[in-house]
Each structure stands twice: as C-alpha cells, then as structure tokens.
C-alpha cells in the first residue's frame, strides 16, 4: 500500500552513508528492508524512510568462525544457499526449511530480508527461529557509531519489540562454526496448510551420539525460548521444561493463528518429535 504520509527516502550508498542517517532515525523515521510488512499496513507515524538495500552488504560470509548472514540478505537468497558449498556444516539445510515456513510464495522472498524478519520479532519470524536453534548473534550498530553483539535470542522481547534503541540498526546475525556442524530438525503447526507458524520449533544435536541438544521454541510463546542439554534429555524432562515455557515466557501465545491450549499440546507433542530424530 501507499504510504501517503512518508516525504523522504534516503537509499545509503554503503556503510558511512548508512551510519551518518542513524542518528535522524526516531519514531518518525525507519529502516526499510524489502518493505513486505512496512508497506503491509497503515504508518501514519512514519515521515521518512532509510532504505538499507542499496547498502551493497555482501549476503554471506563464510569463514572458519562461521557464517555471517547480512541484514539486507533476502529470504530467497538464504534458501538458495547451497548446503553442498559447506559440507563441514550439516545445519546449513535449516536455513532453507526457516524460509520455507514463511508461507509467502517465491515473490516475498526475494524481498523480505533476514534483518526485517528478526527486527519485526513476530512470534512467527522464522529468522528467528533459525538464529535461535544456532545460537545465532546479532551485530547491531548503534547511532552513535558503536557496534554490540547481542543473541537474537535476547534481542527479540515480545511480539514486535525488541531490545534495538531509536538509531540502532542490525547488521548482521552471526551462525557460529560450531552450531553449524550439528544435525538438526524443524517443525511446524499451523490451523491450515498455507497459515502462518503457530508452533515453530527448531532442534539441534552436536556431535554425534553423546553431543548436547538444543531446543528453540518459536511462534508457541510471545518470545523465542531455548532449551539446552548437556545430551539427549529423556522424553519426560523434555516435556516438564517445555511446560515450564509458560512461565517463564509470558505464557503461550494467543491470536487467530491458534489458542494457548493447542500450542502448548502440539509444543509438547512436535518437541518430542524433533527428540527422537535427533537422538
Ligand atoms: C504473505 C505473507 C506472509 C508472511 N508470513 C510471515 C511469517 O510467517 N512470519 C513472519 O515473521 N512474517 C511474515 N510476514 C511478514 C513479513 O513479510 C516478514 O516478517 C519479512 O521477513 C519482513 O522483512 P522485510 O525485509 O520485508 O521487513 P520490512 O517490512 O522492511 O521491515 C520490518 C521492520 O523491521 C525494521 N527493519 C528492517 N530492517 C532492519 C534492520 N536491518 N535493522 C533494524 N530494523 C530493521 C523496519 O523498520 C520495520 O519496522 C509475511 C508477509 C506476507 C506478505
């Protein structure tokens, strides 16, 4: 949709240009991924926009410390990465199957971007997910030119708000080498084929019969949970932990996309799943 109310665009040639605007930006004034949800809905508020994809961010970088995945990286981008580059990495599938459970046809992938997925922090970002399950970082610069590193996992605090200031911008999310060289599983529950996540869970073993197992819970909770094991926890621990989700994590969600009673019962049943697979 038009947004009538947005008089400036400012399209940042490369890293100076992007940080001398990071100080103007406020409540009046955003960052502009690929635009799938800002030009989504109504943003009175709005007067200008900082469009990052002209940044020229290189989408990936891979080195021994891991992948570095760029903000701008678009979601169609990510599940075009060929796991076959990267054998030492039996993750690298799960960035795909992450794309594959925004349910938003090839056309919003190659927009929507890895950065405008984690800072929107929907219980559904699949980014989220993903970044979660692989104990991914995020390199957040902020207005004053410094730059942190902060666990997406911690950055996203509730169903779109996160732990970014005004003149913060995220850069990149960082996949370390080691979580990249675990085997991993992904599932998803929605009310219809085609809905949105209302249970995204993502799991991972390192090593290979006695490595630690981590549980990201997603879309099911107002914010993303992890549940780490020294190894393969029995199948009553794991369902005590995630029972104890709700209390620790403002309770199980509730919207049209599922009732707080179902996402706790298919939590449960779908993190048993991943369990097994990967014991
Ligand atoms: C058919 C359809 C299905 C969808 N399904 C899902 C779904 O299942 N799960 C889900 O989470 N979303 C879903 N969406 C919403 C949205 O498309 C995605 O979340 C998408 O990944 C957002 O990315 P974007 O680059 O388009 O973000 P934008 O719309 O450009 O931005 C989103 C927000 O993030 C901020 N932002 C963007 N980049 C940065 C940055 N680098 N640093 C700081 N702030 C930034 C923007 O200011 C804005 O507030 C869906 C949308 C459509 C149209």
């Not at 929507?112 to 692989?134: F, K």
Request: charged content about 20%; glycine content about 10%; overall charge negative.
């Amino acid at each position: 949709m038009d947004l009538p109310t947005v008089e400036t665009l400012d399209r940042p040639g490369g890293d100076d240009e992007v940080r001398a605007l990071l100080p103007g930006l406020g409540t009046d004034r955003a960052l502009l991924g690929g635009g799938t949800w800002l030009f989504s809905v109504p943003q009175p508020h709005l007067r200008g926009l900082v469009d990052l994809t002209a940044a020229g961010w290189t989408p990936f970088t891979a080195d021994d410390d891991g992948l570095t995945v760029a903000a701008t990286a678009t979601l169609a981008e990510l599940a075009d990465l060929d796991p076959a580059g990267h054998p030492q990495w039996p993750a690298l599938p799960l960035l795909a199957e992450c794309c594959e459970a925004l349910v938003g046809s090839r056309k919003v992938w190659h927009v929507a971007t890895v950065g405008g997925n984690v800072c929107l922090a929907l219980p559904a970002g699949p980014m989220i997910t993903m970044a979660a399950a692989l104990d991914g970082v995020a390199v957040v610069w902020d207005a004053a030119g410094r730059e942190r590193r902060e666990p997406v996992v911690d950055l996203v605090a509730g169903p779109q708000r996160t732990t970014l200031a005004a003149g913060d911008l995220l850069r990149a999310v960082h996949l370390p080498a080691a979580a990249l060289r675990g085997r991993t599983a992904l599932r998803k529950a929605s009310l219809s084929p085609l809905g949105r996540s209302a249970v995204l869970l993502a799991g991972r073993r390192d090593g290979h019969t006695d490595g630690a197992f981590t549980l990201a819970v997603t879309a099911a909770l107002p914010r993303p949970a992890v549940l780490r094991y020294a190894t393969i926890p029995s199948a009553d621990g794991l369902a005590a932990d995630v029972d104890a989700l709700a209390d620790t994590h403002g309770g199980w969600y509730d919207d049209a996309h599922g009732s707080p009673a179902w996402r706790h019962a298919m939590t449960r049943h779908l993190a048993e799943e991943i369990r097994t697979e990967l014991r």
